[in-house]
């Protein structure tokens, strides 16, 4: 039988007014293993008030990260959990993940921070499928920071968080913030799980927010280079390896072509250890790109301003969409099927990879 390891608090501000706490976020499942898994919820136990200058006076949420760490679990379990002692809304449940030679499903889709109606229009239709996790491939709020932002968030996934495992990765606009790392309790801003005979690795991108003095951030993504390398090589049995980071290695929104200079670092890496997927965020659309047998797909139309794709790339860019829209993806032995879903509801593409 599995067993609960632990509970962690974690405060999030120092001071605020009294109130009845109110839970604004969850409960969610992360870090799910085949053999343990988190459940974590975002308490709002009051507000401080902030006036600055004489103006505007706002009211800040203040807020607390409550968990558990489960162990003792095992491949292909369905876990659920009551998290609120009997209230519906603390109830939900989670897979753990597939034996190797199981078909699994899961969708990704990020860039969520902003046109909130769109954001829940996207999730709701995430929320009609039967899925086994669910990738954010980053920009989860505007500012990561800013504790008003993340009840907002919490309040658009909650349905969805009920019922999948998730995995996040940071984009620029969380700017590294300590929220990211304690709701979805993360210890290193880079990781990796298997899921079935699926390898995936998560990266941090945002190599901007990592660090202060240039020396420091080009420490950062050198480590994190090297644990890549090291990660796919130890991961060569898996039927199929997957990356997800936020900035893409490369794009066709003229604007932001070449900027991203150092992530491009990572393509030789990919092809070295024959991936066959990189999914990325950051700019706001469709795009499906291949370079040198790996197959590029950017997903960032969870609900932040459209961005126009306006420089295909020659003899690399395969498809693009300027749309809201997620990625369903299907891994079943001897192929992944990829089905691109537009908000309305047209198929994209659909595209099948090979081991």
Known sequence: MFKVQTAVFCALTLTASLAAEEVIGGPYAVNVTSRSATIAWVV?????????????TLSVPVLRCDRISLAGLKPGQVVQYDALNGK?????SFKTPAAPGATFDFVVF?????????HRKITGAIEKLSLDFVIHTGDLVTDGYDAAQWPVFFDIERNLLKKVAFYPVLGNHERNSRQFYDFFNVTTPYYSFDWGSAHFALLNSDIGNVAISTAAKDAFWNEQLRWLDEDLAKAQKAEFRFVVMHHPPMTAVKRRQGEDKAVAQTMPIFEKHKVQAVFCGHDHNYQRHIKNGVTYIITGGGGAPLYPVDAPIPGVTQK???????????????????HAVALDGHTIEEVELKP
């Not at 136990?45 to 200058?53: I, M």
């Not at 990020?110 to 769109?118: A, I, M, Q």
């Open 320 to 338: 693009v969409e300027s749309t809201e829209h997620y990625v369903k993806v299907r891994v079943a032995p001897g192929k992944t099927s990829i």
């Open 110 to 118: 990020g860039d969520t921070r902003t046109r909130h109606e769109l």
């Open 88 to 92: 519906s809304e603390g109830k939900g």
């Open 44 to 56: 709002k136990t009051g507000d401080v008030k902030v006036n600055v200058s004489g103006k505007e």
